[in-house]
């Protein structure tokens, strides 16, 4: 069996309210990804490169805060971080602080094809994946309208950083503190597993900041028993090792779905409320959330199925 699992981040307290007009483009994107994404499965492309381009299709869509589109940081500019991890043979490849390079996840890509590092920081890691063909572009090219008015409204409101992150066109549609990476995980043919993150991080986020999105183990995981994508507050994730928990109480006995709903339990009280994607070897999907929202879909035989809110939508 062959399944794939996206989202597009996670967060908001209280109920559910509905689109807001920008969703219907994010939920044709995640479509997209999945039926793309998807079909390159059925024809025998691995878990790995499945991952890196269904990320790679997310940080293209500049509603999404990865990528292109990624949210500004205290000084008005962008940094991103991005991380992907081949569960057969446990290697991985990360890297933190970008700010030149338009798909921070195909420089993460590189670097686990590199074989060492694995994880690489900054202008270093902009000028290792520009010299292996990542395409450079600039800082005006990654912001956004949409990025550039949450920055200033986040800052005319003295507000805490991620607060202003999915307010549609500056205004609070959703009434929500979101933290929008994307993420993905995947089973091949073959049974192999992969999973990747990647992420712009926290509205009005201090310079040096990092969040779990690139960090192995926390933000991402990938072995021969399950794969791990997690969103929401990075601080929390790393604290708790978030995407191994899962692993780990996989191993230990629980079904995909009761890790990771165990895994959220653990780390809620940290003030890390949000989401995780996770498959397993068998192809079972696993995308519970804690907030009011996470984007997801999943690719199944063929079928798709994406949500916002409560419910997922076959297509």
Not at 47 to 59: D, G, P, Q, R, S
Not at 167 to 194: F, R, S, W
Not at 224 to 235: D, L, P
Request: net charge negative.
């Amino acid at each position: 069996m062959v399944a794939l699992a996206i989202h597009g981040g996670a967060g908001g307290d209280g109920p559910w309210k509905g689109p807001t007009d920008l969703d219907p483009d994010r939920i044709a994107c995640m479509y997209g990804v999945l039926s793309r994404v998807g079909s390159l499965l059925e024809s025998g492309v691995t878990a790995l490169e499945a991952v890196t381009i269904a990320v790679e299709m997310l940080e293209d869509e500049p509603l999404f805060n990865a990528g292109r589109g990624s949210v500004l940081t205290e000084d008005g500019s962008i940094t991103m971080d991005a991380s992907i991890m081949n569960g057969s043979d446990y290697s991985a490849g990360s890297v933190v602080n970008v700010t030149k390079i338009r798909s921070p996840i195909r420089a993460a890509r590189l670097v686990l094809d590199n074989g060492w590092p694995v994880m690489m920081n900054g202008d270093a890691a902009d000028d290792f994946a520009v010299e292996r063909g990542v395409e450079q572009v600039t800082q005006e090219w990654l912001r956004t309208s949409l990025r550039k008015a949450q920055w200033q409204k986040w800052k005319d409101s003295k507000a805490k950083p991620g607060s202003t992150d999915e307010d549609d066109k500056a205004v609070l549609d959703h009434d929500t503190e979101q933290m929008g990476t994307v993420g993905a995980v995947a089973i091949d043919y073959l049974g192999n597993l992969a999973a990747a993150t990647s992420t712009g991080g926290m509205t009005g986020k201090p310079n040096g900041r990092i969040g779990d999105a690139p960090i192995i183990g926390a933000g991402t995981w990938a072995d021969n028993k399950v794969a791990v994508s997690c969103t929401g507050v990075g601080e929390a994730f790393i604290r708790t090792c978030a995407a191994h928990e899962v692993a780990a109480r996989f191993r230990a006995g629980e079904s995909i779905s009761s890790a990771c709903n165990n895994m959220l339990n653990m780390v809620a009280p940290l003030g890390g409320r949000g989401g995780v994607i996770a498959i397993d070897a068998e192809g079972k999907i696993a995308i519970p959330f804690q907030t009011m929202l996470m984007y997801r879909g999943t690719w199944e035989d063929g079928v798709i199925k994406t949500g916002i809110g409560p419910d997922l939508f076959s297509h």
